[in-house]
């Protein structure tokens, strides 16, 4: 293990820290702000990246595909709080789980049905095709380099809204305690259509984001849904600063727990039990910060909703 | 009087349903056509399809009744739908099949029932070794087979250094075992990965770290997806032979594209593989449904052409379960393989290729072959069969 290696592993934990943070930063705001759980989410993201793939070849290339779909996200958001999520805000969180199961099940199979069963390609736009190389036969792709970009340029971005303006000050309030801004006046409903279509925006961007990279494919979603959860949950829902440094927490523990863990067993105890044992460990890994997490601090790193 | 009019009638409706019984086949295909893996039971169910049409709705000169269903990925649901097949359709012959939990599960109920089972995919080893049952015929391979083709592939080009990099299950570890059959040389890193496994930038950073003379991974679905494009876009494509089995077919070439570029895979036919029926079927395929076959559209059509020629062999008589089953061991037809011998076991005797992913002058991706890596090679398991 030399330290170049570890260099280069902790780059890619923030790296895929970052992604994760673009995947959370909207469903920690939903969660956070309407008390609302959003399973479908991960469908949000995968329309993001279904619309960006399927409107690529014909809105030049992936950047008119991405400007494309950031509005579209952002209106499919719009339907989906009129018609699934406003009718659950009054009802328990099994109500809103079951409901937006549904939609989990249903988007997965209409996107089957419009896009067919296969995953459909997206190739590196030229712009960011490139790569620098890192060490020695492993080059760093520049496209990567522009996830870590999107990342911090939404993060800083968020930040900038929610602690520096008026809407801002809204959903940290809302998140802290909903019913006190609805008794001061503000209309607590276009508040929730806003937060949730914005969140569906970020769900988008994040599924068009990754598209170069990962395979766009029905079902995509849920795998990301389940990572998100642990980093809002890491965090502390409701707060764009604690999915943030939860998701580099995590991308990094993953990374890291990948790719030393098996070798560090290995001086330790006997080749093939470090295979075995290894990997198991390092998948267990962030759970288990979860669980450390939760176990010091119950509302996560930054909590924002008020006790009781 | 009355009572003897109902029955007469009944019992020549009783003798009408047993004659259009008999000149009936009725097959039941269970494949997966939901979640996401949906895409290989499509492929699977569009080729059998295909090989009915082409014999105008007939095998074996029997009306061919065929049943679809979805095991919905799950084993408890598909002993649910095999049970219904077999009790409420009374299906002469259940084919199919896309993944081994599945296959484990329904086997049994299939069996007692004493059902033909001819699977168009999944091959697991208890199957092809002490669980194996004279009801059980496949059109496409036994699990380890593709595995150890690339392992042979890797000794024969004279690889010494290679790191495995595979899932962390069941599936994965048997590849793992399957390519070190035949490889000889040193394998510098046993990666396991988390089953969906989205990114794989740190797996590829100690591949590297590694200096390997190749890599041996098995990563099916929208892992292998991920896992090509990063590869090629690591910068690692031509620099280290990227060797696979169930990575690279026609089910995520749509969606790699110029990333697997000559990437390599094991198997036991490919679109481009030479020989009429072959050409026949290919172009047949992407005429009627415009996509390019996998080996999994292949071995639902050879699966078709299997029981075809059973039937035939067999006269007719479906319900004779043994001359079924002589017809199934003897039966002879055009594989589109190629060679294709029936085992002792009930599995294929056949050759294996190392098959490269490419861009074809229209403008689509398949994979053709290399080099034949295995000659009329049987699994290793049919020893421990004890039908004979």
């Not at chain 1, 970052?18 to 329309?47: K, R």
């Amino acid at each position: 293990m030399s330290f170049t290696l570890l260099a280069v592993q902790t780059l890619n934990g923030l790296q895929f820290g970052l992604m994760l943070f673009l995947v959370a930063a909207g469903l920690t705001l939903v969660f956070g702000v309407m008390d609302f759980i959003n399973l479908a989410h991960g469908v949000q993201y995968m329309l993001g990246a279904y619309l960006t793939a399927v409107l690529a070849p014909h809105a030049g290339g992936f950047f008119g595909a991405l400007a494309l779909a950031l509005p579209l996200t952002l209106a499919l958001g719009l339907v989906l709080e009129r018609i699934v999520f406003r009718p659950l805000y009054g009802r328990g969180h099994l109500d809103q789980v079951l409901a937006t199961f549904g939609v989990i099940l249903i988007v997965n199979e209409g996107v089957k049905l419009a896009f067919g069963a296969a995953p459909i390609s997206v190739p590196v736009p030229d712009l960011l095709s490139g790569s620098v190389m890192l060490t020695d036969g492993l080059l760093f792709p520049v496209y990567r380099l522009a996830i870590i970009g999107a990342g911090l340029g939404t993060g800083l971005l968020l930040w900038l809204v929610i602690d520096g303006t008026k809407f801002g000050m809204l959903v940290r309030a809302g998140a802290t305690n909903a019913p006190m801004v609805s008794a001061l006046g503000v209309d607590v409903r276009r508040l929730f259509t806003a937060v949730t279509a914005f969140g569906a925006m970020l769900a988008g961007f994040a599924g068009a984001m990754v598209t170069p990279i990962l395979s766009v494919e029905p079902g995509m979603g849920d795998g990301v849904l389940i990572l998100a959860f642990v980093v809002i949950v890491v965090g502390g829902v409701g707060s764009i600063r604690g999915a943030f440094l939860a998701a580099l927490l995590i991308g990094l523990v993953d990374t890291l727990g990948r790719s030393f863990a098996t070798d560090i067993l290995k001086l330790m105890v006997s080749a093939p039990t470090a295979n075995r044992v290894g990997p198991a460990l390092a998948s267990m890994a962030i759970y288990v910060l979860m669980a450390g997490v939760l176990a010091v601090r119950p509302g996560g790193l930054f909590p924002s909703r008020s006790a009781g | 009087m009355k009572h003897v009019i109902t029955l007469a009638a009944a019992s020549l409706a009783l003798t009408i349903g047993t004659a259009a019984a008999q000149e009936k086949l009725k097959i039941g295909m269970m494949v997966t056509l939901s979640g996401p893996s949906a895409v290989l039971g499509q492929h699977q169910r569009d080729a059998f399809n295909l090989a009915v049409k082409q014999k105008d709705g007939k095998l074996g000169g029997l009306v061919a009744d065929v049943v679809i269903v979805d095991d919905e990925l799950k084993p408890d649901v598909a002993v649910q739908k095999v049970q219904g097949l077999i009790e409420r359709d009374k299906v002469d012959i259940v084919t199919g099949v896309t993944f081994s939990n599945v296959m484990m599960a329904i086997a049994k109920p299939v069996f007692e029932s004493k059902t033909f089972l001819v699977s168009s995919n999944a091959g697991p080893s208890p199957l092809a070794g002490k669980a194996c049952s004279p009801f059980f015929y496949s059109a496409s391979y036994q699990n380890d087979q593709n595995h150890e083709a690339m392992g042979k592939y890797a000794q024969d080009k004279g690889f010494k250094k290679v790191v495995v990099m595979v899932p962390n299950y069941q599936a994965g570890k048997d590849s793992a075992a399957g390519f070190k059959r035949h490889f000889k040389g040193e394998i510098a890193d046993e990666i396991y990965t988390q089953l969906g496994q989205l990114d794989f930038s740190a797996e590829l950073a100690k591949i590297v770290a590694a200096k390997p003379d190749a890599i041996f991974t098995f990563m099916p679905g929208g892992m292998g997806v991920n896992l090509v494009k990063q590869f090629t876009q690591a910068g690692l494509s031509g620099k280290i032979p990227f060797l696979s089995a169930f990575t690279i077919d026609e089910t995520t070439l749509p969606a790699t594209q110029d990333a697997a570029l000559g990437l390599f895979a094991g198997a036991q036919w490919a679109p481009g593989s030479d020989n009429p029926a072959s050409k026949a079927f290919v172009a047949a395929f992407e005429k009627e449904y415009g996509y390019v076959p996998s080996l999994y559209a292949q071995q639902a059509y050879d699966s078709a052409l299997l029981i075809d020629a059973a039937v035939k062999a067999a006269g007719g008589k479906v319900k004779d379960k043994e001359a079924m089953q002589k017809a199934f061991r003897t039966a002879s037809f055009e594989s589109v393989r190629g060679s294709f011998k029936m085992n002792t076991n009930g599995f294929p005797i056949q050759d294996f290729y190392v098959v490269k992913a490419v861009k074809r002058a229209d403008g689509k991706y398949a994979t053709e072959p290399v080099e034949k890596v295995f000659t009329a090679y049987g699994d290793v398991y049919a020893k421990e069969c004890a039908i004979n």
